[in-house]
């Protein structure tokens, strides 16, 4: 004699699948044979329709869900790029001496070291961005070392031309640079 075997539904598809599947086989059942249960029938009938609804609202939530992560990645890989180099051009203003590097200690950066943070971690992430935030903030109003500000004895002259007129950078006009390679 053989032996039976039968996989039990697994997922919300097989669930939906073997309740059809089960319904089914009471409609093509013959009215005289006992195949299911009478209880088993009146659960099939009470359970489909409502499983139904809620499978069509589960996958409406996921196809929601997938685009709101997609463009939650997209953010997510912009706000990555902003904070690396809002870092990358903090690290070349002190090597250029228009920042001192004890500035790095505010956005909790290593003092001897031009490193990245890590964030490689969505917490890491959103924790390096608030700390820009705050930082720079503080930095600013503690006296905002760079662009012209002098510390150490150096000139307050700014090493880059643009910002000899410092309103220039609240204006919407943009510099030009002229063919002597001067900008005006």
Excluded: W
């Excluded at 000139?155 to 309103?167: E, G, K, T, Y």
Aim: hydrophobic share 35%; proline share 5%; net charge positive.
């Amino acid at each position: 004699m053989g032996t039976i075997s039968r996989k039990l539904p697994d997922s919300n598809p097989t669930r939906r699948a073997a309740l059809k599947a089960a319904k089914q086989k009471k409609i093509s059942s013959p009215i005289a044979t006992d195949v299911l249960r009478a209880t088993t029938i009146t659960f099939i009938d009470a359970a489909q329709p409502n499983y139904e609804t809620k499978c069509i609202a589960v996958d409406n939530a996921l196809s929601v869900s997938a685009a709101a992560n997609a463009a939650k990645d997209v953010v997510q890989a912009d706000l990555h790029l902003y904070a690396s180099h809002y870092i990358m051009v903090f690290n070349l203003a002190i090597r250029r001496n228009l920042i001192p590097k004890e500035e790095r200690s505010r956005y909790g950066l290593d003092i001897n070291s031009d490193a990245l943070p890590p964030m490689d971690t969505e917490a890491d992430l959103q924790q390096v961005a608030e700390t820009i935030v705050t930082a720079d903030a503080a930095r600013v109003l503690a006296g905002g070392y760079g662009y012209g500000k002098s510390y150490s004895g150096r000139s307050s002259q700014p090493a880059h031309p643009v910002f000899n007129q410092a309103d220039r950078c609240h204006r919407k006009e943009r510099p030009v640079r002229h063919r002597s390679g001067n900008f005006k």
